[in-house]
């Protein structure tokens, strides 16, 4: 059995190639539930369905979120109402939204109604949120505190970060299946996703940190961050707010007290032995996914040693 950790589009790059050199049915993936928010009334898992709609070869791979091929009535219909529409809700991706929010209140955990929503998707990867208690990341900044949708997507990530707060992180409980996903596991993967705001936040979860500390998986990360900049996203701008160095090393750090292997990318060879000296051993490759060969070559790297 193989455990994931995962974000949204990083992890769901790696994700893609993984599945096509391990049999999926022996994946469970944990994914990050902290930028989860209501809008509209509708409860929006945003990593949760980017893995799920990934892994279902659905996902639009440009903008690597939503349905391939979306339209955008329902958003532009709501603009008339005067409502705010900066989170980008398609029209196939709202059934999604609908099904969730409604099952939720039917009483369902977000575990239960996931299980149901991959069901229905075809999908034999097991998906677990995280948590199914309320957790949300929140961005300090100069001009207050704002969710983190609010500062990636309403502001373009655009506001020095002073500080990042995980709301609900103090009693937050592992959602059913996490903890045994990690201590059964042979091999556990972080996936290369924002160390602060996708990884970071499942190990906030109560449990999950020393869950990955005792379990005998081989622990393997992949680094987010390549010649000292992420490839995509605000992870150096979170780096940064939280005063860590953004460099593979710097991401390493955050991981030393639980991690075997860390894969970094061949031009930051030069971190390898500062690594190393944290008791990691380091792999050196490319690790910048480009085609599906990449992924696949990557995936291979991981479970082949
Ligand atoms: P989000 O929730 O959609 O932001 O997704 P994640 O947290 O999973 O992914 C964001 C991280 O993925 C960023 O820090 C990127 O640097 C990293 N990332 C994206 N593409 C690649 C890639 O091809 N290789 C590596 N190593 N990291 C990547
Ligand atoms: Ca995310």
Wanted: hydrophobic share 45%; proline share 3%.
């Amino acid at each position: 059995m193989i455990t994931a950790l995962a974000g949204g589009v990083g992890a769901a790059r790696f994700l893609t190639g993984l599945v096509r050199v391990v049999d999926p049915k022996s994946l469970s993936v944990i994914v990050n539930t902290g930028d989860d928010m209501e809008l509209y009334g509708l409860h929006i898992s945003p990593d949760l369905d980017i893995v799920a709609y990934t892994l279902a070869g659905i996902v639009d791979e440009g903008k690597g979120w939503g349905f391939k091929g979306d339209t955008f009535q329902f958003l532009e219909s709501l603009r008339k109402f005067g409502c705010e529409t900066w989170f980008n809700l398609g029209d196939r991706d709202l059934a999604t939204h609908v099904y969730r929010t409604m099952r939720l209140k039917q009483g369902l955990t977000l575990s239960e109604v996931t299980v149901e929503i991959c069901g229905a998707l075809g999908l034999e990867t097991t998906i677990l949120p995280m948590t199914n208690d309320k957790f949300e990341t929140h961005i300090v900044t100069n001009e207050g505190m704002m969710h983190f949708e609010e500062y990636m997507v309403k502001r373009g990530a655009k506001d020095v970060v002073l500080g990042v707060e995980f709301l609900g992180a103090a009693t937050a409980q592992p959602a059913d299946g996490v903890l045994n996903a990690i201590e059964n596991a042979e091999l556990v993967v972080v996936c290369p996703s924002n160390p602060v705001v996708s990884i970071g936040t499942i190990l906030s979860v109560k449990g999950i940190r020393d869950a990955l500390k005792r379990s005998n998986a081989r622990k393997v990360a992949i680094s987010p961050i390549i010649a000292g900049a992420p490839v995509k996203g605000p992870a150096d701008k979170l780096l940064r707010g939280l005063g860590v160095e953004v460099s593979a090393l710097g991401v390493a750090k955050l991981y030393a007290d639980f991690l075997d292997t860390f894969i970094i990318d061949s031009v930051d060879i030069a971190e390898k032995a500062r690594i190393e000296q944290l008791g990691i051993d380091v792999e050196v490759t490319n690790i910048l996914m480009r085609s599906l060969e990449d992924k696949i070559r990557l995936a291979e790297c991981i479970v082949e040693r």
